[in-house]
């Protein structure tokens, strides 16, 4: 039944009990708090504390209905529960981080409700509505956290406690707003795409009409066509090893990508079969856990698949990881629910390599069937244009990560005069251009199997141009040859990293890191780079290959026939086919701050 991945529901109740029995050490003696070991957050021990009740609440409670009921997490949980919200917890105020634990706690509570919260007394009851009733009325940032509020205060509608329709109403109209077609919605404005779309503007509408019922009904039609869109798109962002794309932030919620498939299974919103659905979660679930996930403890880490903070945010503490367990909402669906009886089927890359645009967040998808890599071409998300290496990136890929220095050389085009791509100017799927510092760099991409040629126009100062591909971490072997123009950084398992230059570069070299990359302590970057004389536009072309297996650089340069005339790129490949790319996009508009794109020219054909 699970020939793909081996796993079954029985699996998925045994990781949930592990990391939930794990946690037994770290309550407090009230049961309010779960103080785990780590970095704290900026919101505090108290808070840190909550979080690490609440997220880990969320997954007591799917582990309690999967089961009709488990009277060890619900004395556990009910206890904590009540004297949280009586003296322990921080009371909600206006966009404190309370609010997104409280909205954990309100799923929670909601989706357990006949063996936890109608088991209360109604003065217990009264407490944590009391507690609860912080939403009401009050403020959230701008952006999925409106959500929170819509969640919140339905539970409190559901119980009869006071609440306020026009929270929920405006909270779930101003995500209308942040829509941007084809299933994607931006987190907030302006260009903000990354697993946030899939584990929070996807997963809480859902959520909302599970807790609404038939008052749902207005909007639940809207919800469940734009959820099966997504899901038509997001089934490409994981690869065949269950690894999701390493892009965006909140990275160690880890298995969290896997909630929008469940969502889709739990409100008939899918494209995708049961088998298939189970074939795409348990492989997450399995990737994680083959890779050292939870650790030796049986806890969630800050990081990937290991302890790492540099790939963490401010704002994330040492029980931030357990939003994984929103990966876990596939314990709602009953034992004899097709996803869980249904024999695993093979998913698209199974089968074909895949190159797949989505216009709407400005990605073009490139993944292999041979070693089951996926790389994300990004040429639209950049997280209101803040620099940082998880959105500024040219490409990322589900087995390789940026490189968290202050130099930004892979997957990156830099002028050595000039600052990082910070906010992205689309031009097309997989075209875009960017400014810094009196420089306007262009690129547009041309994907063939595993090879991605990188069409690349420079405007600016005089300086010295730098081009990297992926960074390689582990045990990695570097190589270059200058006379050729190529560099490759292969790890220990094979995955290799090849940048060659086609056209304009005159040198080739390999960064290496230390301590910088979430994969591993070792890491290699290989890089080309060219003289920019400030002049005039300068055309640079090369090839970027990540690989599972061997790539000889020398063929692969024989292979690819590049014709530059002016700012034309003529591309052909060795089996004939043929690209066309023309640079110096001229765009009448700049994009808008709310994430929508100008009319644009000069696309690659």
């Known amino acids: ?44 021990a108290d808070c840190d504390g909550l979080e690490g009740f609440a997220r880990s609440f969320l997954l007591a409670a799917f582990r309690i209905a999967a089961t009709n009921g488990d009277d060890r997490l619900v004395e556990r949980y009910a206890r904590g529960l009540v004297a949280g919200a009586a003296r322990e917890w921080p009371r909600l105020t206006p966009c404190s981080q309370q609010m997104v634990e409280a909205a ?50 339905q539970f409190l509608a559901s119980v009869g406690a006071p609440y306020s329709q026009d929270d929920i109403d405006a909270g779930l109209d101003r995500i209308e707003d942040w829509y941007v077609g084809d299933g994607w919605y931006s987190d907030g404005p302006g260009q903000n795409f990354d697993h946030y779309i899939g584990w929070a503007m996807h997963l809480y509408p859902g959520l909302w009409t599970r807790m609404a019922g038939p008052t749902a009904d207005d909007r639940l039609a809207t919800y469940r066509e734009r959820l099966h869109r997504f899901i038509e798109d997001a089934v490409h962002l994981t690869g065949s090893d269950g690894a999701p794309i390493h892009f965006g932030r909140s990275l160690c919620y880890r298995m969290a990508t896997a909630a929008p498939y469940w969502m889709g299974a739990l409100l008939d919103a899918t494209p995708l079969t049961p088998g ?43 029980a931030s990881p357990y939003w994984a367990s929103k990966g876990f909402l596939g314990l709602l669906l009953p034992a004899d629910h097709e996803v869980w009886t249904a024999r695993e089927a093979a998913l698209p890359l199974d089968e074909h390599d895949q190159v797949r645009a989505m216009p709407a967040p400005g990605f073009l998808i490139q993944a292999t069937k041979h070693d089951g890599i996926v790389r994300l071409l990004n040429h639209g998300s950049d997280h209101g244009g803040e620099g940082d290496p998880h959105y500024n990136r040219l490409a990322y890929s589900t087995r390789t990560a940026p490189e968290l220095t202050d130099e930004a050389i892979d997957n990156h085009i830099t002028l050595s005069t ?31 199997g595993r090879i991605e040629v990188r069409c690349v126009l420079v405007h600016g100062p005089e300086g010295a141009v730098r081009h990297g591909g992926y960074a390689v971490a582990g045990t990695v072997r570097p190589a270059v040859e200058s006379d050729e ?58 090839a970027v290959v990540l690989s599972g297996d061997t790539v000889w650089p020398r063929q692969l340069a024989e292979s690819i026939d590049v014709a530059v005339d002016g700012c034309h790129v003529a591309v052909r490949f060795a089996d004939g086919t043929q690209a066309d790319v023309q640079l110096d996009a001229q765009v009448d508009e700049e994009v808008r701050d709310d994430g929508g794109t100008a009319p644009v020219t000069g696309a690659p054909a």
Request: aromatic residues 10%; proline residues 5%.
């Open 1 to 44: 039944m699970s020939s793909r991945t081996g796993y079954t529901r029985e699996t998925w109740l045994a990781v949930a009990d592990h990391l939930l029995d794990s946690l037994k050490p770290w309550f407090s003696d009230s049961g309010a708090q779960v103080r785990l070991p780590g970095r704290g957050s900026w919101s505090g």
């Open 104 to 153: 954990a706690i309100a799923v929670g509570l909601h989706e357990s409700r006949a063996w936890l919260w109608d088991k209360l007394d109604v003065p217990e009851q009264q407490v944590v509505v009391d507690w609860l009733s912080g939403f009401v009325g009050s403020r959230t940032w701008d952006n999925n956290w409106r959500l929170f509020q819509v969640v919140g205060e």
């Open 276 to 318: 298939q659905t189970r074939r795409l979660c348990s492989g997450t679930l399995r990737h994680f856990v083959d890779h050292g996930v939870p650790d030796e403890r049986g806890l969630l880490t800050l990081g990937w698949h290991h302890h790492f903070l540099p790939t963490t945010q401010p704002y994330s503490g040492p």
């Open 418 to 448: 000039c600052g990082p791509r910070r906010r992205i100017r689309r031009v097309a799927v997989g075209a875009s251009w960017w400014e810094a510092d009196g420089a306007r760099i262009e690129v547009a991409c041309v994907v063939h």
């Open 485 to 542: 123009l190529w560099a490759q950084a292969t790890r220990q398992d094979r995955l290799t990293s090849v940048v060659v230059g086609l056209h304009g570069y005159d040198r080739a070299g390999v960064r290496r890191g230390l301590d910088s990359n979430a994969f591993g302590p070792h890491s290699a970057t290989p890089y080309l780079e060219a003289q920019h004389d400030g002049k005039g536009p300068q055309v640079l072309v090369s």
